[in-house]
């Protein structure tokens, strides 16, 4: 049975009823919220549907009468053997089957994402891009949302003003930047060098930030990642990579996936990330040979038909595009595990490029007023082929970890809680 619930103006829903059982035990809604299941039209308060009969209370039986005096006494049982011990009580409560495949779902539509994308567009313009976090929560609030696993919604919690002050942040760094580089070069040098220091460090707090003001089923993600690992992920391995001519590429590739899977958690259950450096190895040399195939290709077509050569060069580049993002998108979904649970992702390499191809087609010829679809047409596809491999009840492993992240208690914020945009 799904429910659904008002948060004030807003319709939230559908939710399971377990979900609804941990909303009431929080008090984050009360027995006047107005509530309705899935098969009802009217909205009604919650302690109207939740309200259960008490069973009629039933007199005991009356004792049997004593004897009296001139009646007999009622003969006495005849002796018998003892009686033999009873076997074992089995159960007989069913055990609820785990299904083997849970599809992930998105249940928006272009059509109501272009009316938040145009008025975000419209007041972030307006406001000289002041509204612009709050733009990306609006965005963000809209796909999560519209983002459900067995029944349950994610939601996205961040506060605007943390990110306008992280947008404020890195914009005041980069007018000082541009100034000291136009009047003062070695400045802008050392202030690059500064940068270029601290960028682990915005990268953490970037994904912390992202992760924990994200929920599902009422329990936060959360990242633990260092300075440290994202210093060797995001400056050591691509700085090698470009001294040894790309060779270390897919290895930097592979090291920056794992530093954030691995560094990611449902409440308190980290994700685990089961790929190797050679899966990327192969998809990268295989994209390689794959580009080579097109390159040869597009220069026989272009002195064969050179009125055709441009579009020809735009589809093959469009392919190779949906080619890594397809394998490399498989891969990470397919690698990654949630204690005994599993996640399969099947992309299919066609399908995507002719998304692709048609999305930038339909973009172009509409002036950009297509783009809010083109947005929801990817992600639906995306989302429409990623499951959920449970290895055992979901509903005990997440009352589990409530149970946990309540015995723990949240920190979930301190002074430079805020995103950067990375």
Same mark, same amino acid.
């Given at each position: 049975?799904?429910?659904?619930?008002?948060?004030?103006?807003?319709?939230?829903?559908?939710?399971?009823?377990?979900?609804?059982?941990?909303?009431?035990?929080?008090?984050?809604?009360?027995?006047?919220?107005?509530?309705?299941?899935?098969?009802?039209?009217?909205?009604?308060?919650?302690?109207?549907?939740?309200?259960?009969?008490?069973?009629?209370?039933?007199?005991?039986?009356?004792?049997?009468?004593?004897?009296?005096?001139?009646?007999?006494?009622?003969?006495?049982?005849?002796?018998?053997?003892?009686?033999?011990?009873?076997?074992?009580?089995?159960?007989?409560?069913?055990?609820?089957?785990?299904?083997?495949?849970?599809?992930?779902?998105?249940?928006?539509?272009?059509?109501?994402?272009?009316k938040?994308?145009?008025?975000?567009v419209?007041?972030?313009?307006?406001?000289?891009?002041?509204?612009?976090?709050?733009?990306?929560?609006?965005?963000?609030q809209?796909?999560?949302?519209?983002?459900?696993?067995?029944?349950?919604?994610?939601?996205?919690?961040?506060?605007?003003?943390?990110?306008?002050?992280?947008?404020l942040?890195?914009?005041v760094?980069?007018?000082?930047?541009?100034?000291?580089?136009?009047?003062?070069?070695?400045?802008?040098?050392?202030?690059? $060098?500064?940068?270029? *220091?601290? %960028? +682990?460090?915005l990268?953490? &707090?970037?994904?912390? =930030?992202n992760?924990? /003001? @994200? #929920?599902?089923?009422?329990?936060?993600?959360?990242?633990?990642?260092t300075?440290?690992?994202?210093?060797?992920?995001?400056?050591?391995?691509?700085?090698?990579?470009? $001294?040894?001519?790309? *060779?270390? %590429? +897919?290895?930097?590739?592979? &090291?920056?996936?794992? =530093?954030?899977?691995? /560094? @990611? #958690?449902?409440?308190?259950?980290?994700?685990?990330?089961?790929?190797?450096?050679?899966?990327?190895?192969?998809?990268?040399?295989?994209?390689?040979?794959?580009?080579?195939i097109?390159?040869?290709?597009?220069?026989?077509?272009?002195?064969?038909?050179?009125?055709?050569?441009a579009l020809?060069?735009?589809?093959?580049?469009?392919?190779?595009?949906?080619?890594?993002?397809?394998?490399?998108?498989?891969?990470?979904?397919?690698?990654?595990?949630?204690?005994?649970?599993?996640?399969?992702?099947?992309?299919?390499?066609?399908?995507?490029a002719?998304?692709?191809?048609?999305?930038?087609?339909?973009?172009?010829?509409?002036?950009?007023?297509?783009?809010?679809?083109?947005?929801?047409?990817?992600?639906?596809?995306?989302?429409?082929?990623l499951?959920l491999?449970?290895?055992?009840?979901?509903?005990?492993?997440?009352?589990?970890?409530?149970?946990?992240t309540?015995?723990?208690?949240?920190?979930?914020?301190?002074?430079?809680?805020?995103?950067?945009?990375?």
């Amino acid at each position: 049975m799904m429910w659904f619930y008002m948060d004030g103006d807003r319709e939230v829903g559908p939710i399971s009823t377990a979900d609804m059982q941990q909303l009431i035990n929080t008090k984050q809604i009360t027995g006047k919220t107005l509530a309705r299941k899935q098969d009802m039209d009217r909205w009604h308060p919650l302690a109207e549907l939740t309200k259960a009969k008490k069973p009629d209370s039933q007199a005991p039986p009356p004792a049997d009468n004593p004897p009296s005096a001139n009646e007999a006494p009622p003969p006495a049982p005849p002796v018998s053997e003892p009686p033999s011990p009873a076997p074992a009580a089995v159960s007989t409560t069913p055990q609820r089957a785990v299904p083997d495949n849970i599809p992930f779902q998105f249940k928006g539509t272009g059509g109501e994402y272009f009316k938040i994308w145009i008025v975000n567009v419209l007041l972030s313009i307006l406001t000289l891009g002041i509204y612009s976090a709050w733009a990306k929560v609006r965005r963000k609030q809209y796909f999560y949302g519209n983002t459900q696993v067995a029944g349950a919604g994610f939601r996205y919690l961040a506060d605007p003003v943390k990110i306008l002050k992280g947008r404020l942040i890195v914009f005041v760094f980069f007018i000082l930047y541009s100034t000291a580089g136009e009047f003062i070069p070695v400045l802008g040098g050392i202030m690059m $060098l500064a940068f270029l *220091i601290f %960028l +682990p460090w915005l990268v953490v &707090r970037s994904l912390a =930030f992202n992760a924990r /003001n @994200s #929920s599902l089923r009422n329990i936060r993600f959360n990242f633990t990642g260092t300075y440290g690992q994202a210093a060797k992920a995001y400056l050591l391995f691509p700085i090698l990579s470009v $001294l040894t001519l790309g *060779i270390l %590429l +897919p290895y930097a590739f592979f &090291r920056q996936k794992q =530093f954030v899977v691995e /560094n @990611s #958690s449902y409440g308190t259950t980290p994700f685990r990330f089961h790929a190797t450096a050679k899966d990327y190895y192969r998809i990268v040399g295989l994209f390689i040979l794959h580009a080579l195939i097109f390159i040869v290709a597009a220069v026989v077509v272009s002195l064969l038909f050179a009125p055709l050569s441009a579009l020809i060069i735009m589809v093959l580049y469009l392919y190779a595009m949906a080619y890594f993002s397809v394998k490399t998108t498989n891969l990470l979904y397919s690698s990654g595990t949630l204690a005994d649970h599993r996640f399969s992702a099947n992309l299919g390499i066609k399908d995507y490029a002719l998304i692709i191809l048609t999305n930038s087609l339909a973009t172009v010829a509409t002036l950009g007023l297509f783009y809010p679809f083109a947005v929801v047409r990817a992600l639906q596809y995306k989302i429409d082929h990623l499951s959920l491999l449970p290895g055992s009840d979901l509903d005990r492993f997440v009352a589990a970890e409530i149970k946990e992240t309540s015995a723990l208690g949240e920190e979930m914020s301190d002074f430079m809680d805020f995103d950067f945009g990375l």
